[in-house]
C-alpha cells in the first residue's frame, strides 16, 4: 500500500451520511411499530445530531483514539501497529471514487424523507430499509479498505432506488409527470451509471498486494 495525504474532511462528509441512515432509522421504526404519524421535528433533530457527532468526532477524538469510523475506514484510515495512517490501498488516485461513493451517500440520503414530510413508513418496510443501508456502509467501508469487489453492494443498492423510479415514472402518463420527477429519475439513472465505471475504474487497479513497507505517497 502507500501512504496517502490526510483525508479528514472526505471522512467527516461520509460519516455525517453514515449517522444520518441510522439515526434516521430509530423514527422510522418507532412510527412504524406505533402506527402514528411521522413529524418534521424528527428531521430537524436527526439533521442537526447527524452534522454535529461527525464535526465534533474528527475535530476533538479522532486523532485522540485508535477506532475508525465509518467515514475514515471509506477514505482509507488503516490501524498499523495501534496507530491509525492514512494508506491508498489502489495504484492510483481516488477521487474519482469518492466522488461517485459521496454520489451514492446523497442519493440514499434521501432515505428517510416520508418521516420529515408526516408520512407514515411501514415497520416491515423500515426494517428492509435499514437492512439495505446496513449492507450499503458495508460495500462501501470494504471499498475504501480496498476491497473493489464489494462494489457490487453499493450498485445492488443503487438498482433498487433507480430502476423502481424509472418504471413508475415510463407507467404514469405524460400529463402527470412533473419536471421534479424526471429531473430526479435522471440524476440517479447518471448516478448509477458513474458508480459502474467507478467500479471498473477501481477493478483495473488491482489492490497492491501483501503487507510490504510502504512506498512513497500517493497523488491522493
Given at each position: 500500500m502507500r501512504a496517502s495525504k490526510p483525508h479528514g474532511f472526505v471522512a467527516c462528509l461520509f460519516d455525517i451520511y453514515v449517522t444520518s441512515f441510522f439515526i434516521g432509522?430509530?423514527?422510522?421504526?418507532?412510527?412504524?411499530?406505533?402506527?402514528?404519524?411521522?413529524?418534521?421535528?424528527?428531521?430537524?433533530?436527526?439533521?442537526?445530531?447527524?452534522?454535529?457527532?461527525?464535526?465534533?468526532?474528527?475535530?476533538?477524538?479522532?486523532?485522540?483514539?485508535?477506532?475508525?469510523?465509518?467515514?475514515?475506514?471509506?477514505?482509507?484510515?488503516?490501524?498499523?501497529?495501534?496507530?491509525?495512517v492514512w494508506l491508498n490501498p489502489y495504484r492510483r488516485t481516488r477521487w474519482p471514487l469518492f466522488a461517485t461513493m459521496l454520489l451514492v451517500a446523497v442519493v440514499a440520503g434521501?432515505?428517510?424523507?416520508?418521516?420529515?414530510?408526516?408520512?407514515?413508513?411501514?415497520?416491515?418496510?423500515?426494517i428492509l430499509t435499514v437492512v439495505a443501508l446496513g449492507v450499503l456502509m458495508v460495500g462501501m467501508?470494504?471499498?475504501?479498505?480496498?476491497?473493489?469487489?464489494?462494489?457490487m453492494a453499493p450498485m445492488g443498492y443503487l438498482a433498487l432506488v433507480t430502476f423502481p423510479s424509472v418504471r413508475a415514472l415510463s407507467s404514469e402518463s405524460?400529463?402527470?409527470?412533473?419536471?421534479?420527477?424526471?429531473?430526479?429519475?435522471?440524476?440517479?439513472?447518471?448516478?448509477?451509471?458513474?458508480?459502474?465505471?467507478?467500479?471498473?475504474?477501481?477493478?483495473?487497479?488491482?489492490?497492491?498486494?501483501?503487507?510490504a513497507a510502504l512506498v512513497p505517497e500517493s497523488p491522493d
Open positions: 432509522a430509530v423514527p422510522a421504526l418507532w412510527i412504524g411499530l406505533r402506527s402514528s404519524v411521522g413529524r418534521p421535528a424528527f428531521a430537524i433533530v436527526g439533521a442537526a445530531v447527524s452534522i454535529l457527532i461527525p464535526i465534533v468526532y474528527h475535530s476533538i477524538i479522532a486523532a485522540r483514539i485508535a477506532w475508525r469510523s465509518p467515514g475514515e475506514m471509506i477514505a482509507g484510515r488503516f490501524l498499523r501497529e495501534g496507530a491509525k434521501d432515505t428517510w424523507a416520508p418521516i420529515g414530510l408526516s408520512e407514515n413508513l411501514p415497520v416491515k418496510k423500515a467501508v470494504a471499498v475504501g479498505q480496498g476491497k473493489p469487489s464489494w462494489m405524460h400529463g402527470s409527470k412533473s419536471g421534479l420527477d424526471i429531473l430526479e429519475a435522471i440524476v440517479m439513472g447518471l448516478v448509477l451509471l458513474c458508480f459502474m465505471l467507478s467500479a471498473i475504474y477501481a477493478g483495473l487497479r488491482m489492490k497492491v498486494s501483501g503487507t
